[in-house]
T-cell receptor, first 111, second 110 residues
Framework: RKEVEQDPGPFNVPEGATVAFNCTYS??????FFWYRQDCRKEPKLLMS???SGNEDGRFTAQLNRASQYISLLIRDSKLSDSATYLC????????????FGRGTSLIVHP | EADIYQTPRYLVIGTGKKITLECSQT?????MYWYQQDPGMELHLIHY???????EKGDLSSESTVSRIRTEHFPLTLESARPSHTSQYLC?????????FGPGTRLTVT
């Protein structure tokens, strides 16, 4: 079983739709969580950190469920420009830890 | 925006050549990473470093080597390039578990 699992999609949604992705992780000791966005043939860029209490940034909401060991990303009012791959990243806090990336979920927003 | 640079951005080279992909960051980050990514596929960690004189192999077996003589510099070397090395190579550095990626080097070995 992979440490971080994501549904690769693609998720095909119309503009204006609300879409949600989940990401499950296997290490219950994981402490830090992120969502990255990667456009085609570009480098990943941080979209948002995921805090224990959940957090929102405009149309994007991230949540953490420690009991079930998953994080989620909700995108409201989807835009064409939201089309990208969304990568889930899980890490431990401390000098010797290396982040673990999910394989990404592809989102296609169509007119 | 992060200050992490990679050169060259694109490279087409013949089989058997030795190549070095450069990665530099000006943020003073101790941790640095190299990833390999084929189009539409997931990131694979091939090397990482905790700091100067520290290098480790990642999850994906790679024929490349790295060095970390200075904090800001983390070059990756292929001694003898092969067509199977054709891929995108992404360098990253991190602070407080957040990673910053360079723009990548797209390598084609003919």
């Amino acid at each position: 079983r992979k440490e971080v699992e994501q549904d690769p999609g693609p998720f095909n949604v119309p503009e204006g739709a609300t879409v949600a992705f989940n990401c499950t992780y296997s290490n219950s000791a994981s402490q830090s969580f992120f969502w990255y966005r990667q456009d085609c043939r570009k480098e990943p860029k941080l979209l948002m950190s995921v805090y224990s209490s959940g957090n929102e940034d405009g149309r994007f909401t991230a949540q953490l469920n420690r009991a079930s060991q998953y994080i989620s990303l909700l995108i409201r009012d989807s835009k064409l420009s939201d089309s990208a791959t969304y990568l889930c990243v899980v890490n431990m806090v401390g000098g010797s830890y290396i982040p673990t990336f999910g394989r990404g979920t592809s989102l296609i927003v169509h007119p | 925006e992060a200050d992490i640079y990679q050169t060259p951005r694109y490279l087409v080279i013949g089989t058997g050549k030795k190549i070095t992909l450069e990665c530099s960051q000006t943020m003073g980050h101790d941790k640095m990473y190299w990833y390999q990514q084929d189009p539409g596929m997931e990131l694979h960690l091939i090397h990482y470093s905790y700091g100067v004189n520290s290098t480790e192999k990642g999850d994906l077996s790679s024929e490349s080597t790295v060095s970390r003589i200075r904090t800001e510099h983390f070059p990756l070397t292929l001694e003898s390039a092969r067509p199977s090395h054709t891929s995108q190579y992404l360098c990253a550095s991190s602070e407080f578990e957040r990673q910053y990626f360079g723009p990548g080097t797209r390598l084609t070995v003919t």
